[in-house]
């Protein structure tokens, strides 16, 4: 089983700020990841597909790179909708399996 | 507008069973992948199982194999998992997920999910 660490747990980040989230894999899963967007209460959203493809909807500030184990999900100017719960996932090798997430809070 | 509503989560026993069904609709369901995610109370995501357009194709986190069944009904436009022998550890959200066309194994949109809870 390919286990993602996501790091940090709680990034801490004021409005219009900068956000760089990291996903690490515990093998290769080539550009075979996604990052999702979960709000309290709230099912998650698609964010980005195949490491760096923005999903139907997503605004540009999104961004996302990375192949091989070390991936990054980029929120250029932090919006204040923009504060949740951020998951990675691969879809490399079965089972299917998700980061334990990355908390970005309001400072 | 694509929808997935989930139904049929409850309390039940440990070792009991419970069904649970996925309402599709805004799209054509006979021509995608589901899958069924949990997430445990306070916790991260789980994927739990997965099947393709014609039931040719199942997938199962170890975890639930032998005990979960994943089936859908094209024609009702529904996916379902069956739930056996249920656990504690069972305890979740579960929510319905399509997958993507081209990447079958990531999933957008999910439903809003329904609450199992396994206790005695």
């Known amino acids: 089983e390919i286990v993602l660490t996501q790091s940090p747990a709680t990034l801490s980040l004021s409005p219009g700020e900068r956000a760089t989230l990291s996903c690490r894999a515990s093998?290769?899963?080539?550009?075979?990841l996604a990052w999702y967007q979960q709000k309290p209460g709230q099912a998650p959203r698609l964010l980005i597909y195949?490491?760096?493809n923005r999903a139907t909807g997503i605004p540009a500030r999104f961004s996302g790179s990375g192949s091989g184990t070390d991936f990054t999900l980029t929120i250029s100017s932090l919006e204040p909708e923009d504060f949740a719960i951020y998951y990675c996932?691969?879809?490399?090798?079965?089972?299917?399996?998700f980061g334990g997430g990355t908390k970005v809070e309001i400072k | 507008e694509v929808q997935l509503v989930e139904s049929g989560g409850g309390m039940v026993q440990p070792g009991g069973s419970l069904r649970l069904s996925c309402a599709a609709s805004?799209?054509?369901?006979?021509?995608?992948?589901m899958n069924w995610v949990r997430q445990a109370p306070g916790k991260g995501l789980e994927w739990v199982a997965n099947?393709?357009?014609?039931?040719?194709?199942?997938y199962y986190v170890d975890s639930v194999k032998g005990r979960f069944t994943i089936s859908r009904d094209n024609a009702k436009n529904s996916l379902y998992l069956q739930m056996n022998s249920l656990r504690a550890e069972d305890t979740a959200v579960y929510y319905c997920?399509?997958?993507?066309?081209?990447?079958?194994?990531?999933?957008?949109?999910w439903g809003q999910g329904t609450l199992v809870t396994v206790s005695s």
């Open positions: 996932q691969q879809r490399s090798t079965w089972p299917l399996t």
């Open positions: 099947i393709n357009q014609d039931e040719s194709q199942k």
């Open positions: 805004g799209f054509t369901f006979s021509t995608y992948w």
């Open positions: 997920a399509k997958g993507l066309m081209t990447t079958p194994n990531f999933f957008d949109p």
């Open positions: 195949e490491a760096s």
């Open positions: 093998q290769s899963v080539s550009s075979y």
